[in-house]
Structure formats: structure tokens, C-alpha cells
């Protein structure tokens, strides 16, 4: 009964994760359709239509890089609180290996929270050199 209790435990959260997956894939199906369907009002209420307005209407609104950089703030707060976890645990258990396992997935999390950073200094680079004026 051990076993079947560990598996079901384990169906759950893969089905959560899938059904997050499916959910953000979902939402942003559901966003760009009404993007689109804002344009096409746009078009057949016979008003002008130039590249501003389909720019301001597709775009993201400027959130990518600001997500990244909160995800990245938020992940970066994480890796020593996991670390501490690990600490509290080895003192509680007097296992040593608690400790040097969760530093481990500290340092993994305090990796990703970099990766985000970085991420979003290239988002933010790259919509910045895309905006410049080009010289004559």
C-alpha cells in the first residue's frame, strides 16, 4: 500500500505541473486572440490602421523584462532560505548530508536566479538597440 500511495502521490504533482503548463499555454493562446480580434475591430470599423497602432496593440506592453527581473529577484531570495533549511535540518536531525544537499539545490536555485537576471538585461538591451534611430 506504500508503494501504490507514493505513486499516486507522485500521478498528483506531474499532473499539477502539466496542468500549469497547459494553463499558461491556454492563457497565452487566449491573449494573442484577443489581440487579434482588436485589430480586426480596428480594421473593419475603417479607421487607420499604421504600424504604431498594430506595435501597441501585439506588443507585450514592455512586461518581459520586468517579469524576469521579479522572477529573478524572487528565485535569488530563495537560494539562501534553502541553504538555512539545510542548516536548521542537519541541526535537527544531526545529518550532515541534509545540509550539504539542500546547499546544493541553493546554489542550482541561486544559478537559475542569475540565468533570469542576465535574461532580462538582454530582453532589455535588445528592445533598446531595436528603438535606436539608426545614423545617417
Known amino acids: 500500500m506504500e508503494g501504490f500511495g507514493f505513486g499516486l502521490a507522485a500521478f498528483a504533482f506531474w499532473g499539477f505541473i502539466a496542468s500549469c503548463v497547459i494553463g499558461g499555454i491556454w492563457y ?10 482588436t485589430l480586426r475591430r480596428i480594421i473593419e470599423s475603417g479607421r487607420d490602421v499604421d504600424a504604431a497602432v498594430i506595435d501597441r496593440i501585439m506588443s507585450d506592453g514592455g512586461k518581459s523584462e520586468d517579469d524576469l527581473k521579479v522572477g529573478g529577484y524572487i528565485t535569488l531570495s530563495v537560494a539562501p532560505g534553502l541553504a538555512l533549511l539545510g542548516y536548521v535540518l542537519k541541526v535537527a536531525t544531526d545529518n550532515d548530508q541534509v545540509f550539504i544537499i539542500l546547499l546544493g539545490v541553493g546554489g542550482l536555485v541561486l544559478f537559475i536566479a542569475t540565468g533570469l537576471l542576465v535574461a532580462a538585461k538582454v530582453v532589455e538591451r535588445g528592445k533598446a538597440s531595436s528603438n535606436e534611430t539608426p545614423m545617417l
Open 28 to 37: 497565452a493562446i487566449r491573449e494573442k486572440e484577443t489581440q487579434h480580434e
